[in-house]
């Protein structure tokens, strides 16, 4: 199996240049001019198009049991719309109940991906209670390939720690030189709001953010600070929504905290007026933390074009419009949290950043894929455009003009966030390791051929 990719504008992190791509099996083997190939050679004309290393999404949920129901995707719907939308590898997070054993839970969600994936994965290893026997097993799981943890300050009684499990799970992240995602509010506020609004007769979805303001996201990334800093352990949080959290974030990386920071693709398109919408449409916009304020859109595309915010993911966690968030019909609380987005990132994040002139391509680049194989121990075996790097490549025509709408969508789920949102550019092309696996928004890849990415901690 051989692979030429010809003529494109390579797009990286931190270069530009017009070259051939040629690829030996699962591998990018030589880049230059003029590159010809043996016969047999699979050749793909990229003449006025860019080619970018394939993205990666940091935070994406498939199989996730959450608030009473469970979310849409399977491994083998959620690839396929990954890869249409360009992202060819994926980090799930793994998110057992309290109650669960952390090893078979690991060994669950494997099983949910292995065989059944089109795309390459891995997994932020929940640590979703902490004591001796989970300390083990979390070992363990390390030893198998993981090298991250996610932990939750939010949701009270289903996902969350208390503030002894979080201290010892960071010292164990610490040692082991895992890096620690969070998810950052503080959830006793955030249950205590909740119980006031209900009270007072306020259960319409737009209430979601009454019950989380920004100091509530600002309490919880302080205190995970507080936290990383006298344990010395790498911290990554999460989908950062608002100008009150990157000023927790970046005061304490100023006095030597080693966090890593993502926001989302809905935070930096979305505001909290959609959740507003009325006839419960608002639902369909309900996630944590909540879309917010139309201001802090600037905010985060400031903080992407500085460098001060490091990743853009999805927190893709798809439930249906029509049966799922009316379990919140009455009463927003009990709304499934989430907005689907895996397969819109990339278009989305190209349009309204690089096309709108809020950030150059190689941030683009960088964000999504770069920055991210590097803070999750993949580079340069992903986010790069290297000899020996996996052949996992994105050649995107930025003449493409198309809306966005869920009757086109590759996602399992009955409504698009995004529905008739303009387009300007889309994946033509995209690679797995040498195989082209979608073509101008149709899959074409192989179920089972994703492959479980091994990693090795870094963040000693
Ligand atoms: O609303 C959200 N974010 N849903 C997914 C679960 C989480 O908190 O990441
Ligand atoms: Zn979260
Ligand atoms: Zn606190
Ligand atoms: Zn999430």
């Not at 996602?411 to 994946?427: H, K, L, N, Q, T």
């Amino acid at each position: 199996m051989s692979l030429l990719i010809k003529n494109g504008e390579i797009i990286t992190a931190d270069s530009r240049y017009v070259a051939d791509i040629y690829c030996e099996g699962e591998t990018i083997t030589h880049i230059d001019r003029h590159l010809s190939a043996p016969a047999g050679t699979e050749v793909i004309d990229a003449q006025g198009k860019y080619v970018f290393p394939g993205f990666i999404d940091p935070h994406v949920h498939i199989h996730l049991p959450f608030m009473g129901t469970l979310a849409k995707d399977t491994y083998e719907s959620g690839s396929r719309a990954a890869l249409v939308g360009g992202t060819t590898t994926l980090i799930e997070m793994c998110c057992p109940a309290r109650q669960d054993d952390a090893l078979q839970s690991f060994e669950q969600w494997m099983n949910n991906a292995v065989g059944k994936s089109a795309c390459d994965f891995s997994f932020h290893m929940g640590v979703t209670k902490f004591d001796d026997a989970t300390a083990a097993q979390l070992r363990e799981i390390v030893r198998r390939g993981i090298s991250s943890f996610k932990i939750f300050l939010a949701y009270k009684g289903a996902f969350g720690i208390d503030d002894t499990e979080l201290y010892r799970a960071l010292k164990l992240a610490r040692e082991l030189g895992v890096v620690v995602t969070a998810h950052c509010e503080n959830e006793t506020l955030v249950a205590e709001r909740c119980k006031e609004l209900l009270a007072a007769g306020k259960t319409d979805p737009g209430q979601h953010h009454e019950s989380r303001p920004p100091a509530v996201e600002a309490e919880g990334v302080h205190h995970l600070m507080t936290f990383a800093e006298l344990t010395g352990a790498a911290v990554y949080i999460v989908h950062l929504s608002c100008r009150e959290a990157l000023d927790e974030a970046i005061a304490a990386r100023q006095r030597g905290v080693r966090v890593g920071i993502e926001t989302l693709i809905q935070y930096l398109t979305l505001d909290k007026s959609y959740a507003e919408r009325p006839g419960f449409e608002g639902a369909k916009y309900v996630m944590s933390p909540p879309l917010r304020d139309v201001r802090n859109q600037e905010v985060l595309w400031h903080g992407l074009r500085d460098g001060l915010i490091n990743t853009v993911a999805t927190d893709h966690a798809p439930f249906d419009f029509a049966g799922q968030k009316p379990l919140g019909r009455d009463d927003f609380t009990k709304i499934p949290n989430g907005i689907p987005s895996l397969e819109e990132r990339i278009n989305l994040l190209y349009t309204y950043g690089v096309k709108r002139g809020r950030i150059d391509l190689h941030t683009f680049v960088n964000v999504a894929s770069t920055a991210v194989a590097k803070q999750f121990d993949l580079f340069p075996r992903k986010g790069a455009i290297q000899p020996g790097a996996d052949a996992d490549l994105v050649v995107f025509d930025p003449n493409y003009r198309g809306n966005i709408s869920v009757a086109t969508q590759h996602m399992a789920v009955d409504y698009s966030a995004f529905e008739g949102w303009p387009i300007e550019g889309r994946a033509s092309v995209v690679t797995v390791r040498g195989q082209v696996a979608a073509r101008d928004g149709q899959f074409t890849g192989t179920l089972g051929r994703g492959r479980f990415l091994q990693r090795k901690p870094s963040h000693f």
